[in-house]
């Protein structure tokens, strides 16, 4: 690689002094000059500190000729940039293909044509320095860039921290799987419990992908682990949503609007409270003995969130029968093309997660592998995010 502030330096290679002389005289006022009148001596020239930016090299010597330093010249790691011009009075075609590909950059013929010497050394000499000036700026670039995936990663880590630990005895059972399509999602999820009886249940994902939308759902996510939303029942959905909508307008957050699901479970009343804000419906899965499965779709017909300002969002609440599973998704989850271009959609899901087995486990394992399975790829193109609570 060039070293800028030094003169560039050329190897002459040539076993005939007189054509070693007039070469040096050619170039020696632009370039540092060094020769060899042999290929072994050649090869120790173009391993010395500073290296050769560019050998001139003769073809037909006694002993290691010109085609065997260049074989072995790129073979080496250290010089095998370098770029070689033969300097022969071989003038076959068969003899420069040969030269080509050993990896000679140009050809220039005995007797030598000084206007030609200066510019094809001119040229290639040019060539190499923004060859090398590619390779440095590609090296800082990766430099970059594996600081800003290291950045990224250790945000993606606070990310997952953030989610709650799955939870896997008492009066309700919690899991979830938060799989996001870019180191950085849009999407968070999350439960705890408000008092001893009220378990909130909340799933948000905001527009588009990266660090921004990453940062504005955990922002939204630490406000309700939090509750720091002031003069808000924890317990009512829709004021939950109202006062989000408040806190987070999208004219304030770089145009960025999230969806939102939030539900509140009283183990004692067994009443589910919910709103959403444009987000995918709530699957609530009941157990009737002897019928199979009824599956509902909950959800509530309000705006996303961030978009306008002092609107009411409207709640709904159900009782919930025993033996029920409550499922909590992004859009991400089952709007997954399969590799013959069909779309799964939301009514393949549901029949899905109305047919899976074990009542008593997690079915979030079993989830993702099918959804993997229908789209072909370990890489889907939105944040998958789904949230089960069972409750006994």
């Known amino acids: 690689m060039v070293e800028y502030g030094r003169k560039l330096k050329v190897l002459i290679v040539d076993d005939t002094p007189e054509n070693i002389q007039v070469l040096m005289e050619t170039l020696k006022d632009q ?7 042999n290929g072994e001596k050649a090869l120790k020239l173009a391993v010395a500190e500073p290296r050769p930016d560019l050998i001139l090299l003769d073809i037909m010597m006694p002993g290691m000729d010109g085609y065997e ?180 307008p999208m004219d304030e957050h770089r145009d960025m609007y999230f969806t939102m699901w939030y539900g509140v479970y009283n183990r004692l009343s067994r009443l589910l409270t919910y709103a959403s804000g444009g987000h995918p419906p709530a699957l609530l899965i009941e157990d009737m003995p002897g019928k199979g499965s009824e599956i509902r779709e909950l959800r509530t017909p309000n705006l996303f969130l961030g978009a306008l300002e002092g609107i009411d969002f409207k709640y709904d609440e159900l009782e919930i029968k025993p033996a029920a599973r409550l499922y909590v998704f992004s859009d991400g989850v089952y709007e997954i093309m399969n590799e013959n271009g069909v779309w799964w959609e939301l009514d393949g899901l549901k029949a899905y997660l109305g047919d899976s087995g074990d009542r008593d486990k997690s079915t979030m394992d079993d989830l993702w592998s099918h959804v993997r399975q229908i789209a072909g790829s370990e890489n889907l193109e939105d944040d998958f995010s789904v949230l089960e609570i069972r409750i006994p």
Request: glycine share 6%; aromatic share 8%.
């Open 31 to 37: 370039y540092t000059i060094v020769a060899a009148i």
């Open 69 to 248: 330093v260049c074989r072995r010249l790129k073979a080496d790691e250290q010089v095998q940039h370098i770029p070689i011009i033969f300097v022969t009075a071989k003038t076959e075609v068969e003899d420069e293909t040969q030269g080509f590909e050993l990896g000679a950059m140009d050809y220039i013929t005995k007797p030598f044509s000084i206007p030609v010497v200066r510019a094809r050394v001119k040229a290639h000499l040019e060539l190499k320095i923004l060859r090398d000036l590619e390779a440095s700026q590609r090296a800082k670039l990766e430099t970059v860039l594996g600081m800003l995936n290291s950045e990224l990663a250790e945000a993606a880590d606070y990310v997952k921290f953030l989610l709650p630990q799955p939870i896997t005895e008492g009066p309700v059972m919690a899991d979830w799987r938060f799989v996001p399509s870019t180191t950085l999602g849009g999407d968070s999820l999350g439960y705890h419990w408000l008092d001893e009886d009220s378990l909130a249940v909340y799933l948000i994902d905001v527009c588009g992908h990266g660090v921004g939308a990453a940062l504005h759902s955990v922002s939204v996510l630490n406000v309700l682990r939090s509750r720091n939303l002031p003069n808000v029942d924890f317990r009512r959905p829709e004021q939950v949503l109202a006062s989000l909508n408040a806190v987070f």
